[in-house]
């Protein structure tokens, strides 16, 4: 007896080439047959006649963590037709913690949820997550910047002896419990603190307990991108891990262009034998935390201490002054996404231009008296790029697709602020813009980048194919109707075009709702991967 089959698609495997008109039949959670199935007795039979049958996406660089415990249903992830995302990305993790890391992770989670982290390892996280049931399947990476602060290893200098070794027993305990590698974000304390060395120190800890993996939210994304590719580089060259350039991208006018570079830099790394590839959310404006305009000796130990400094106008006006000089032609440019507090909700959407106007402040005094208020905690849009780089990263043969964002939904507690579209708009605009209005990928071509190019890269086994044998993750989609509908003006709205969602063999998407099943896994390195 099989449970499902999808009869009449077109099946795109998910290896880049081979797509074709049939059937497709799913027993439990895998794939039993790929192939005619007339007559077959399932207990679900759809005719998917015109549209096509993928295997689901994956996105490789996500931020939901902790998120999916507030919101399992995913449904920003899960309407885009994503079945599985990587998360503990940019250095930042849901575990472990403790110190400045649990007080942190408290304090937010609070903030945000009204919940307290009740974990403080990645077991204990997965374990959480697992009881929790997901609608999509969840492997994680274990942040550098999360293991220092859980160590409270925040001072801004590089780590000592003792502190690396400290810092490689507690990448040793992630990787032995299932994380599938580590991150850095190397623009956000305390993990930016790190130099070179320390980073190979803890991504061979890594590669040593089996999990050889460093993605990189690199060191600069903009005037020194070329030397932090190349650090990323060397990173992965010297400790044995395969290298994941998070978000690739080239901020800043001056800066257009760069990704030819960078891009040949990878394929001259990859000619040498090492495994680089790259993810990329396709938009020309980037999305993290307001705080990142502050000097990097500024923003400096907990976010309470920065926040804390601020406060005194002799340094504030000191901090105003070099701000003003390296981004002051950017407040136009630059849009405030989400606060925490009330007061300042009347903000977000807009500019910091804008926000200076309505103040009757400067604009480098209102984002500085924003971040005091809020403690930090301010996500912002950055209007960055251009559209040529993001075609040229796009059409690089090893770009996975990535969102960067955290699971939302269109009501409830997640349901906040005005977040980058890319939430919930990511992989229907490559389909919509990329493969339907401009042809820069083929419809074969972009399924291989969403799917199995990530799941090489993970060594998840059975995932990111559509295959006999594989798991059954599938998502059914009209090549003629997908389409992100997120915009910055209007973020929080689901994509068209999605039909169906499969997630280890169960519909959690039908006729384009959501089903309320939730039978995502957590993958662990060791165990599934
Ligand atoms: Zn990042």
Not at 422 to 439: H, L, N
Request: charged content about 25%; some cysteine.
């Amino acid at each position: 007896m099989l449970d499902v089959v999808l009869k009449g698609g077109l099946i795109v495997d998910g290896s880049g080439c081979c797509s074709v008109h049939t059937d497709i039949a799913f027993a439990a959670d895998r794939v039993v047959r790929i192939g005619d199935c007339t007559g077959a007795d399932a207990r679900l039979q759809l005719d998917v006649g015109g549209l096509v049958v993928a295997p689901g996406f994956i996105d490789m660089h996500g931020h939901s963590d902790e998120v999916l415990l507030v919101l399992p249903a995913a449904s920003s992830k899960l309407q885009q037709g994503i079945t599985t995302e990587v998360g503990g990305n940019c250095g930042a993790s849901p575990a472990p913690l403790s110190s400045t890391a649990l007080a942190e992770k408290t304090d937010e989670m609070r903030r945000h949820y009204d919940m307290r982290p009740e974990w403080t390892d990645f077991e204990g996280f997965f374990h959480s997550l697992e009881q929790t049931r997901p609608a999509i399947n969840f492997c994680c990476l274990a942040g550098l910047g999360t293991i220092r602060s859980a160590l409270d290893l925040i001072s801004g200098a590089p780590l000592d002896r003792d502190g690396v070794k400290r810092a490689q027993a507690l990448v040793r305990e992630a990787c032995e419990q299932g994380a599938i590698g580590v991150s850095s974000g190397l623009i956000y304390p305390p993990g930016n603190a790190a130099d070179s060395g320390e980073l190979v120190e803890l991504a061979k800890a890594a590669a040593a307990a089996g999990s050889a993996l460093y993605a990189s939210h690199i060191r600069n994304e903009g005037d020194r991108l070329i030397e932090a590719v190349d650090e990323a580089i060397e990173v992965g060259q010297r400790s044995g891990c395969a290298v994941q350039l998070s978000h690739h991208k080239a901020s800043r006018r001056r800066n257009w262009g760069k990704v030819h570079d960078t891009l040949a830099r990878i394929d001259r790394a990859r000619d040498r034998g090492l495994d680089v590839v790259v993810d990329q959310y396709p938009y020309k404006a980037s999305s993290t935390g307001l705080d990142v305009l502050l000097p990097e000796d500024v923003n400096v130990g907990t976010r309470a201490e920065v926040a804390a400094r601020l406060v005194d106008p002799r340094y504030a006006a000191l901090v105003a002054a070099r701000v003003e000089l390296e981004h002051g032609e950017r407040w136009n440019d630059v849009v405030v996404a989400s606060v925490a507090s009330e007061g300042n909700r009347r903000f977000e959407g807009q500019t910091l231009a804008a926000i200076a106007q309505a103040t009757g402040r400067t604009p480098v005094d209102a984002l500085l008296r924003l971040l005091v208020e809020e403690t930090l905690d301010v996500g912002a849009i950055f209007f960055t790029m251009c559209e040529d780089d993001v075609r040229t990263v796009l059409s690089y043969r090893q770009t996975c697709i990535g969102s960067d964002a955290v699971a939302q939904a269109t009501e409830g507690i997640t349901a906040r602020g005005k977040p980058h579209p890319r939430t919930f708009g990511t992989f229907p605009r490559v389909f919509k813009r990329y493969v339907r209005d401009s042809a820069l990928l083929s419809l074969e071509e972009a399924v291989r980048r969403a799917t199995s190019l990530g799941a090489t890269r993970l060594g998840l086994r059975g995932r990111g194919v559509l295959a006999e044998g594989a798991f059954a993750d599938a998502v059914v989609f009209d090549p003629a109707r997908i389409a992100d509908t997120a915009t910055y003006e209007r973020p929080q709205q689901y994509p068209l075009g999605v039909v169906h969602v499969f997630v280890n063999g169960t519909a959690a998407i039908r006729d384009g709702v959501e089903t309320g099943a939730r039978t995502g896994r957590v993958l662990r390195r060791g165990r599934d991967l």
